[in-house]
Every structure is written in C-alpha cells, then in structure tokens.
C-alpha cells in the first residue's frame, strides 16, 4: 500500500512518498540535525533514508521535487545527491535523482542570498533543462523564457518538461501509478509581478490523489505558502468549480505552523483566517484526516516570534476535533522526549497511522474507520 512519511527535523521539510509498485518520491531534503550534538533529537536524514533505500534494494528516486530553495527545504542535498552537472557531486555511494522537480523560479532566481546547496540544486536544474531531461519545471514565466532564450532554446522546444498551475502532472495516473499529481502553484503571473519574486510565494503546491482499493484519499502537500497565496489558489481554484482538487484527508502545512500562512494577525489565543483559507481546512477536510506539522513541538504559553505559533496551532486543533482527526506534529510525534519518522499508511479505508510500539521495541498500526461519505 501507499505510504507518506514526515521526518522530525524541527523547522524543515522533508516527505517520502512510497507507492505500492515500488516507486519512491521524495518532497524537499533538509538533513538538519547537528551531527556534534548527541542531545539534538532531530534524525539523521541521509542515513535514514540510506537504511530505506538499502531495504528496497536501490540506490535512487524515481522523484525528487525541491519546493524551493531555502535552507530548511535543502540543507545538506549537496552531499546527499549525486548531481550530473560537476563531477564533484558524482559517485561516493550518493544516490540519483531520474526527474527532479523544481518551481520555475529555481531555475530563474539571481538572489545573492541563495544557500550552496540551493545553488548546486539550481546548477543541477539549469543543466538538466538545458540538456531537456531528467528534470519537470513548474510555470512557464516570461522570465523563464528569457532564461532559455539567453542559452539558445525556447519556450516551445522545452514545453514538455514544463507543468503550470491547474494541471496534472504528466506520466502520473491512479490507474498506472495508483496517484496523480495536480499542480496548485507557482503562477506564472506571479513571477511576472516584481511585487511576487521571491522564494515562498513561488514555491510548490500539489494535490496528491491516491487510489486504493477503489478508494480515493487526497493529500495537500504545502511548502512556505503564505495566506494570500493560499487565498489566491482557493480563488481560482473555485473559479474553475474544481472545488474537489482542494478536498483533502491529510494536510501538510505550510511554514511549520505559522499564522501567516493563515492570515495577518496572529492572535491572543488562536488565530482568526482569511475566509478563503478557513472554507480550505472547514469546509475541504475529510472526517477523520490529518494535519501534518513539520516543526517543533508547539509552545504551550508566551509569545512565539518563531513558528510554530501556538495561536495557529490552536486554530488547527479545533479544525481537526471538528473532524474527528488528528493535528499532529513531527518533532512530537511519538513523544517530544524521542520523536521518529511519521508513517501513515493508505488503504482501501483511507488513512492509517503506524506507531512505534516502544516497550516491545515492534512497530504497531493504529488504524482510523473510514471517513463518513
């Protein structure tokens, strides 16, 4: 069966997706845990994802999709990856990416302040479309096209290795795959917009839809996307009455729990959403789903300058006890003393949570009924 799994690696990303014919993708790499440190509690990225890959008798993803480049979606790729644009990167037991999915804006972006893994991730993108494979480009912006025209292409001879907002995307399908991919953001306009150019507004959204057993359970899967993005794909998204792309049984948040990407004020106690961001989480969710935090444990008191913010925790609690489903965060999960990989699982009966059985040292299954409808 399908599985997601979300790693304690405090404020940072990174989520596996395992599908049942054995394919393997992974969303964001960020491997921050201090390897000086023996009390940091944050796991060991790369060799966790080595013991996996070791078990599935591979060394490569069929996938792998950077959201954007910031540091706590890329920290350590570097050294992780193998990267077919400089030798540097190649051999040494680093393991290969076949398609790397990136924002346009990763290819495009001139920012000094981009992180060196950001940059051998971008280098890696620009080789890869320049060659016109291995790589999917999310938005076609004028500025993209200025980019190919510069290297001596065009916007037409890379057309198939580019995927915009409100499509799926190619080569994916429930009935070959067992899931689809439909695209939410960048919007090209955005980038085009100077007011826009910067990494969370252009970075990438999807609805991931799985199909099992006849049964369709449909994860957001959410990078840094501030409210006013998220109001504009809920815009859109209800322009086109395609109101079931925005339906979801599990949500990943996104930037680790903040009220931003809820709306402009945080809060006393809990914080109040735009309206177009409270219909996505009241009105979309699934009975008995999940909310994914991929953060720190959240703060029980005080006034958090950092996320997680407790106000919009608080807010999302009551979303999910309104549900009947769980709000659950990766630095917690299973407690905030020892946090491990969460690991949901999905069946012919929706979600399923895989919980580790600490006194008998197993791994034990706590499964949810079916959500009503």
Not at 110 to 116: F, G, L, P, V
Not at 136 to 158: C, I, T
Not at 226 to 236: A, D, F, Q, T
Not at 251 to 268: D, F, R, W
Request: with cysteine.
């Amino acid at each position: 069966m399908p599985t997601i799994t979300f790693y304690p690696l405090g404020n940072a990303d990174c989520c596996r997706i395992d599908l049942t014919n054995g394919e393997k993708l992974l969303f964001d790499y960020a491997d921050t845990r201090s390897k000086d440190d023996p009390s940091d509690k944050r796991i060991d990225l790369a060799a966790a994802l080595r013991e996996d890959l070791i078990a599935a008798k591979r060394a490569d993803y069929d996938v792998v999709g950077f959201t954007h480049l910031d540091n706590d979606h890329v920290c350590g790729a570097g050294e992780f990856f193998e990267f077919a644009h400089a030798a540097k990167y190649q051999g040494g037991g680093r393991i290969k990416i076949r398609e790397l999915w990136v924002p346009a804006f990763a290819i495009t972006e001139t920012k000094n302040d981009i992180c060196e893994d950001g940059k051998i991730i971008q280098a890696e993108a620009r080789h890869r479309l320049i060659k016109g494979e291995g790589v999917r480009v999310f938005s076609r912006p004028e500025s993209l096209k200025a980019w190919l025209n510069a290297q001596g292409l065009s916007l037409d001879a890379r057309r198939a290795l580019i995927t915009d907002a409100g499509q799926l995307v190619p080569g994916w399908s429930k009935q070959a795959q067992g899931v689809e991919f439909f695209v939410h953001s960048p919007f090209a306009s955005r980038q085009d917009d100077n007011t826009f150019i910067d990494r969370n507004t252009n970075s990438l959204v999807f609805q991931a839809t799985f199909l099992v057993d006849g049964r369709e359970t449909r994860a957001l899967l959410m990078a840094d996307s501030e409210h006013e993005i998220l109001s504009e794909i809920v815009r859109i998204t209800r322009l086109h009455k395609r109101e079931e792309r925005l339906e979801w049984d599990l949500t990943k948040l996104p930037h680790h729990c903040s009220y931003l990407s809820l709306g402009p004020e945080k809060g006393t106690d809990k914080t109040t959403p735009v309206p177009s961001v409270a219909w996505l989480y009241e009105k979309q969710g699934h009975r008995r789903g999940c909310i994914v935090s991929t953060s720190d444990p959240t703060p029980t008191s005080g006034d958090d300058i950092q996320p997680p913010h407790r106000q919009a925790a608080n807010y999302y609690r009551e979303c999910m006890d309104a549900l009947a489903g769980d709000f659950m965060v990766t630095m917690a999960h299973p407690s905030v003393t020892a946090p491990g990989p969460l690991e949901i699982l999905i069946d012919g009966f929706g979600l399923t949570v895989r919980k580790l059985n600490r006194a008998v040292g197993g791994a034990a299954t706590t499964s949810r009924a079916p959500r009503a409808g």
